[in-house]
């Protein structure tokens, strides 16, 4: 498992540290019970399925063991910002219930107030992350198992949690226009997450991508 220096940056440190120490005085249970996701007593470990590939995260110590999936890269053991995620997953969220639609990120919950904060992190890095390489962003969804759509010029949507779909679509720079991108999650995201935590979805699932784009 890669090994994290969280002194280097206290943004990510001191959140993770704080929910670290939420964690470990967790009921196992009641978190298994909340979000109805297996939890075998014999090695003290939940199964979470992210982005399609399944983890088994053990209680209190919170160590991260994956099953293998068809693409090699498992961003809960290399990315901070995931582990910040799947931490309040087990500690705030709840089942996902059905849902009826998406909506962009300024629609849910205190969208407003963190919308520039998204804009910048998510929006705009994956437009001119992945706006002028259509193909690399089809091959990405592809190898992730994504439902392809019909929005853009190339869009495509991802089960974050188990019930919780993100849709992401971008449309080609020209001469003339920047790239651009959007960016859609189910409004059951209005239930099982802040506005906080879907900014960082968009920073993990943005970050897999660009991991994957050094393979395709």
Known sequence: M??????????????????????????PQEICSRLEIPYDESTHSF???????????????YEITHEENDYGYYPLEDMIYAKILVLRYLLES?????????????????GEVYQQQFHGRCILRLAYGFGNKPEQFKKIGES???????????????????????????WEGDEEFPPSSQILFSDNFADGFSAEDRVVTGDVCIGTFKALSKTL
């Open 2 to 27: 890669t090994e994290f220096n969280y002194r280097k940056d206290s943004k990510e440190q001191m959140p993770y540290e704080h929910y670290m120490e939420l964690y470990k005085k967790a009921d």
């Open 47 to 61: 199964a979470v399925k992210l982005l399609g590939t399944v983890y088994h995260v053990t209680w209190p110590d």
């Open 94 to 110: 709840k089942k996902a219930i059905r849902f009826a639609d998406f909506k962009t990120f300024r629609e849910l919950p205190w």
């Open 144 to 170: 992730l198992g994504g439902i392809p759509l019909k929005y853009g010029d190339v869009s495509f949507e991802l089960e974050l949690f188990d019930g919780y779909r993100v849709r992401f679509i971008i």
